[in-house]
């Protein structure tokens, strides 16, 4: 079936500007992840979702980033004011259920280039 | 706070020859363990995981990662590596007292399979 799939592939903003990055989970996958991959490292949480509802969003670095998933499905990580630091690969995953032993299927990506 | 170390940057080894790509982890209680493999410009892909049971995990592509609780180690391992393993493998944790369901990423380690 088809997996987890992310739009754009590639932002480039200037700073200053507002962008949204979208995901399309796996169908029927209760639990939406968000993360984000700075170059050379490891990718670092920043909020998930049980359906609608966002149950941490601890990682947001800043007021600046907003996630949202109004009817449990797609969701939408908007980044308002942008700056240089937030360039990175922003990623999506989704789980089937809500659980720590459960699989997360990650999309492609999108990368961001804050200019 | 949970954590995960990958102390080599980068591995090389010689198709055919036995891999291993290290993988320490720090968590409250007993871990989950996950490992994924990251081509250029693609997003996660599964390999395997550690919930429970026995220490040797088989997963995709030939791969299998042992867990030693005493060493809180989960090292990927592979008897026979072929040029197309190269890639960036990342390990990752969960706990399952705490740290809600994100997952902790270590800083990734790069494999060169050499012919």
């Known amino acids: 079936g088809a997996g987890v799939s992310q739009s754009p592939r590639y932002k480039v903003a200037k700073r200053g500007q507002d962008v949204a990055l979208r995901c399309d989970p796996i169908?029927?996958?209760?639990?939406l992840f968000w993360y984000q991959q700075a170059l050379g490292q490891g990718p670092e949480f920043l909020t998930y979702?049980?359906?609608?509802?966002?149950?941490?969003k601890s990682g947001l670095p800043s007021d600046r980033f907003f996630a949202e998933r109004p009817e449990g499905s797609v969701s939408t990580l908007k980044i308002q004011r942008t700056q240089q630091e937030d360039s990175a690969v922003y990623l999506c995953?989704?789980?089937?259920?809500?659980?720590?032993?459960?699989?997360?299927?990650f999309g492609p990506g999108t990368r961001l280039l804050v200019l | 706070a949970q954590s995960v170390a990958q102390p080599e940057d980068q591995v090389n080894v010689a198709e055919g020859n036995p891999l291993t790509v290290k993988c320490t982890y720090s968590?409250?209680?007993?871990?989950?363990l996950f490992w994924y493999v990251q081509y250029p410009n693609r997003g996660l892909q599964f390999l395997l995981k550690?919930?429970?049971?026995?220490?040797l995990v088989k997963g995709s592509y030939g791969f299998e990662a042992e867990f030693n609780k005493s060493q809180t180690s989960f090292h990927l391992k592979k008897p026979s590596a072929l040029v197309s393993d190269s890639a960036l493998y990342f390990c990752?944790?969960?706990?399952?007292?705490?740290?809600?369901?994100?997952?902790?990423f270590g800083t990734g380690t790069q494999l060169k399979v050499e012919l």
């Open positions: 995953a989704s789980s089937f259920l809500l659980g720590p032993q459960e699989t997360q299927y």
């Open positions: 169908s029927g996958h209760v639990s």
């Open positions: 979702f049980q359906n609608e509802a966002q149950l941490d």
């Open positions: 968590v409250s209680g007993n871990p989950y």
């Open positions: 550690y919930i429970t049971g026995d220490n």
């Open positions: 990752a944790v969960r706990g399952r007292a705490g740290g809600g369901n994100k997952l902790t």
